[in-house]
């Protein structure tokens, strides 16, 4: 079975082996149809080595599904091999550096009291803090929120995101003296120094 679905603690545990995720969709979708009121308004969490194989967009579209067939979703995913705690809200407070390799997914704002290394993914519905170096990919507001942000103590990404717009990788990478932050101005995404007094900050 593609995904298996057990009621554990007042929550839907999605389990997923092996597969594609145009196949998850499609499994998903018979299931939701044939009993909507299962999963209606039920708290969803995601779970199995299946998600390794996932990339940021795809995960997003699977709770994209959930959230469109009315249930909550009540996780966040780990990058393997890391300890899961408090993955149940919808803010994370992430204490360790993220591997190359690694994906660290959240359903609100994510602040990192670490790095994020070159190939390693991030993708919150919030907002995006990293104290540390940001060298990867961050997808911050990636329900569609233009207003969320990506801060970085030294920001030099692979890839920057912000709802369904997508930044170029910065031409000059190293280590910079100053944090910044990235955010959409309305036409494209900026990269600013880190001012305190910027209009962007009131939302």
């Known amino acids: 079975m593609l995904i298996k679905i057990k009621g554990i603690?007042?929550?839907?545990?999605f389990i997923f082996s092996s597969g594609a995720c145009e196949d998850y969709i499609a499994f998903l979708m018979e299931r939701f149809e044939q009993t909507p009121q299962l999963f209606q308004g039920s708290k969803v969490v995601f779970q199995g080595a299946g998600l390794d194989n996932l990339n940021s967009e795809e995960i997003c579209k699977l709770q994209k599904l959930c959230l469109e067939h009315g249930m909550?979703?009540?996780?966040?995913?780990a990058p393997e091999g890391l300890p899961e705690k408090s993955y149940n809200h919808p803010n994370l407070i992430y204490?360790?550096?993220?591997?190359?390799?690694?994906?660290?997914?959240?359903?609100?704002?994510?602040?990192?009291w670490g790095d994020v290394h070159e190939s390693?993914?991030?993708?919150?519905?919030?907002?995006?803090?990293v104290l540390g170096s940001l060298h990867g990919i961050a997808h911050a507001g990636c329900y569609g929120d233009?207003?969320?942000?990506?801060?970085?103590?030294?920001?030099?990404?692979?890839?920057?995101?912000?709802?369904n717009k997508?930044?170029?990788?910065?031409?000059?990478?190293?280590?910079?003296?100053?944090?910044?932050?990235?955010?959409?101005?309305?036409?494209?995404i900026c990269i600013s120094v880190y001012?305190?007094?910027?209009?962007?900050?009131?939302?």
């Open 9 to 13: 603690n007042s929550s839907l545990v």
């Open 120 to 129: 390693a993914e991030i993708l919150a519905g919030g907002d995006i803090i």
């Open 166 to 188: 997508i930044s170029r990788a910065a031409e000059e990478k190293g280590k910079r003296a100053y944090p910044e932050v990235a955010y959409w101005d309305g036409q494209n």
């Open 146 to 163: 233009l207003n969320n942000i990506v801060f970085a103590l030294n920001l030099s990404p692979t890839q920057i995101r912000i709802g």
């Open 195 to 203: 001012d305190t007094k910027e209009s962007w900050l009131i939302r």
């Open 72 to 77: 909550i979703l009540n996780n966040m995913t």
């Open 95 to 112: 204490y360790r550096s993220i591997r190359s390799g690694q994906k660290l997914t959240a359903e609100g704002s994510v602040i990192i």
